[in-house]
């Protein structure tokens, strides 16, 4: 499988979550309400480095119990899930940009509603570089995946897919994650070829409570 050179990895703090959720959320509030100012945050010097990140919008489903006790465990439905592999702009440019394209350009969903911000959970992920995974194979690739770790990349020709390591939640097998992955990319479950290209990466993420 052809390989790459990663890039460095931007230092983020682990308090950074207190910057990125309010700035992804703004920006979804200043896109869908666009006759509201949005509030002019200052930006830390961390997030003017290049970063590559992920926004993801889940909306909690009601499931009809009312305990309160049972609110913070209500399952969660996707609502918009948009980002950026490579970090070729500032993370302070990458933020903004996916959270309004996660809330208002994903394919899969139609444009969330003014309405709808305050049922929307903003979740945060920043990107390592990704690293070329080396495998002889399928079966050996399989072997190499660390479930709840690896964010995926798949590239072949004219397809490509992404699998955040939050996916793991839903697909906790190696070979289903793999498969999925697969039909993300548009190639059928039983594909597969040595000239593709596998890569992995870790996440710093950060969900709104």
């Known amino acids: 499988m052809t390989a790459r050179t990663p890039s460095a990895r931007i230092r983020i703090p682990e308090e950074a979550g207190r910057?990125?959720?309010?700035?992804?959320?703004?920006?979804i509030t200043a896109a869908v309400t666009p006759d509201q100012d949005p509030p002019?945050?200052?930006?830390?010097?961390?997030?003017?480095q290049?970063?590559?990140?992920?926004v993801t919008l889940t909306v909690r489903e009601d499931t009809g119990h009312q305990e309160k006790?049972?609110?913070q465990h209500r399952p969660e439905r996707l609502r918009g899930c948009i980002g950026t592999l490579t970090a070729w702009r500032r993370l302070s440019e990458d933020l903004p940009a996916n959270a309004v394209a996660a809330a208002t350009r994903d394919p899969r969903f139609p444009p969330v509603r003014a309405e709808e911000l305050a049922g929307l959970r903003v979740e945060v992920s920043v990107l390592s570089p990704g690293v070329p995974i080396d495998a002889t194979g399928e079966?050996?690739?399989?072997?190499?995946?660390?479930?709840?770790?690896?964010?995926?990349?798949?590239?072949?020709?004219?397809?490509?897919?992404?699998?955040?390591?939050?996916?793991?939640?839903?697909?906790p097998d190696p070979r289903s994650f793999l498969d999925q992955l697969k039909v993300k990319a548009g190639l059928p479950v039983s594909w597969w070829s040595d000239d593709a290209v596998v890569e992995r990466y870790t996440v710093d993420s950060w969900q709104e409570q």
């Open 19 to 27: 910057w990125l959720l309010p700035a992804a959320r703004e920006a």
């Open 40 to 48: 002019r945050r200052p930006i830390p010097g961390w997030a003017e």
């Open 50 to 54: 290049p970063g590559a990140c992920f």
């Open 69 to 71: 006790a049972s609110q």
């Open 139 to 171: 079966q050996d690739l399989r072997s190499r995946l660390r479930p709840g770790v690896d964010g995926l990349i798949l590239r072949w020709r004219d397809h490509r897919g992404t699998f955040l390591p939050q996916v793991w939640a839903q697909l």
